[in-house]
């Protein structure tokens, strides 16, 4: 055994005594010291902590209780769109079990939950006569949540769109963006004494960019540029008129929404690339953030398409731009940029085949996403509160001989994002929540059930719910307050 150096330990005693870094100080500082760093590199004792997730992905039961066809019912149903043409007609029949999920969120520790009421719940045409047992099954499971301790955060649509709406153009009708702002203040109305927050819509740009622009979720279309401009406005509009009339019937909600940040990242900390990053965080958000925030598309927008811009007015961009309470932001994957000489300023970088991802290929691992996403929201659009309402990923989930799981993966994947989330928070970036997406396995859409999100794993066959090693994970960073 090698002597120990005297000198050098008594240097590094010292170094630790004080408080400074070094390796393996914390054994060795002052406990004091070390208290005061942990508290330091912790999340503050407000910061809510939840799980997300949306009613047809969860719910099952479509034939119960008056809900009505929605688009991913008929497009579930239609051969060949969806991975061994699976389908969200019970899903993990959470409309049923739902009480058993909260105990799960209870367990972890959870004091939010972001879920989704279905609108063919409420108005099974899409409008004109409400449904009372839609209603009533969602208050019963917000009163549930309460009773838990667990404060209930709706979302108003989570992609299920009334088939009736769709077969009178979706939202290529501007008519849809009223149809969904009333059934938006009606709802409210009726809920708002046992749920605070709300969000009107869940991820515009997928819902318009994938379902409307690539065919691949529902409705299945493929939209030309013009048309699926004018299907962006409409959401966007929707979402305005959505907040103004929730105000209306329920003044003392805090009204917000939940949209897929195109999370950009610096190349790499240089001035020039920070600035870069800062432009196309305004610009690659332009038809949906931005204009939310800034109550103007871009000029930039505006020049790219030329004739095929949007028609709109200075009105309806107002009401787009309505003052929220809060924005929230779904983050799971990010885009590298470098400063270009260009009209732009800025380059999106290619990824090159071998960056790693999850078990979902569109989830690139880019934790500093979780950084500079919510900085420059609050930075570039003013955004005064934040949550981060989805932020998860896919892993090749299975259950170990012990009936264990262990999801080594997405708790490296979680631990990376939130210490990013916890920096950011640290320099003051206005984040007040983390919900992460999922708190269970679920149906993912065209991928089925080929492609599990949750922390609690899912026997589709029986229903049985097992925590992975991930909610462990999470539960332990919820008590702990620090990763």
Request: hydrophobic share 40%; charged share 20%; with cysteine.
């Amino acid at each position: 055994m090698k002597p120990i150096n005297r000198r050098s330990f008594s240097q590094l005693a010292s170094l630790a005594a004080v408080g400074m870094a070094w390796p393996g100080g914390d054994l060795l500082a002052a406990p004091d010291a070390a208290a005061k760093r942990t508290e330091q590199r912790g999340f503050a004792k407000g910061f809510l902590w939840g799980s997300a997730t949306a009613s047809y992905q969860v719910e099952g039961a479509v034939h119960e209780d008056g809900r009505g066809t929605s688009i991913w019912d008929t497009f579930s149903h239609t051969p060949g769109k969806t991975f061994h043409g699976d389908t969200g007609d019970v899903a993990t029949d959470s409309y049923h079990r739902y009480g058993e999920d909260i105990a799960l969120m209870k367990a972890i520790g959870l004091r939010g939950c972001r879920f989704s009421i279905a609108w063919p719940r409420i108005f099974p045409n899409g409008a004109g006569q409400p449904n009372q047992r839609g209603i009533d099954h969602y208050r019963r499971f917000a009163e549930a949540l309460r009773e838990a301790g667990i404060e209930p955060f709706c979302t108003l649509y989570h992609w299920d769109l009334p088939q009736v709406q769709q077969d009178k153009g979706g939202w290529q009708n501007r008519a849809t963006a009223q149809a969904f702002a009333d059934y938006a203040g009606y709802t409210a109305g009726k809920l708002g004494d046992v749920i605070e927050n709300w969000m009107t819509m869940n991820e515009m740009r997928s819902f318009i960019e994938i379902g409307y622009g690539r065919g691949e979720h529902a409705p299945g279309l493929k939209l030309g540029r013009k048309d699926l401009a004018q299907a962006r406005h409409h959401a966007v509009l929707g979402h305005g008129l959505a907040v103004q009339a929730i105000r209306a019937a329920a003044p003392g909600a805090k009204v917000g929404s939940a949209e897929s940040c195109d999370s950009v990242i610096p190349a790499f900390n240089a001035a020039e690339h920070i600035a870069a990053a800062r432009k196309a965080f305004v610009e690659e958000n332009a038809a949906y953030l931005t204009v939310m925030h800034t109550g103007r598309y871009t000029e930039g927008y505006l020049a790219k398409l030329g004739a095929d811009a949007p028609v709109f007015t200075p009105e309806e961009l107002k009401t787009i731009a309505t003052p929220t309470d809060f924005q929230g932001l779904n983050i799971y994957s990010g885009a590298y940029v470098r400063a270009a000489a260009s009209d732009s300023g800025y380059d999106i970088l290619s990824k090159p085949a071998s960056y790693p991802h999850m078990a979902s290929p569109w989830i690139h691992i880019a934790p500093e996403a979780l950084y500079w996403g919510p900085r420059f929201a609050a930075e570039e659009l003013r955004i005064r509160n934040i949550y981060v309402t989805e932020n998860g990923c896919s892993s090749a989930d299975t259950v170990a001989a012990d009936g264990e799981v262990y999801d080594t993966d997405r708790v490296m994947y979680l631990q990376a994002y939130l210490t990013q989330l916890q920096r950011g928070v640290q320099e003051g970036v206005p984040v007040r929540g983390y919900f992460l997406w999922s708190l269970l396995d679920n149906y993912e859409w065209a991928d089925g059930y080929s492609k599990r999100f949750g922390i609690t794993y899912v026997d589709f066959a029986t229903q049985k719910r097992t925590l992975k090693l991930s909610a462990k994970f999470y539960r332990n960073t919820i008590a702990q307050q620090v990763l």
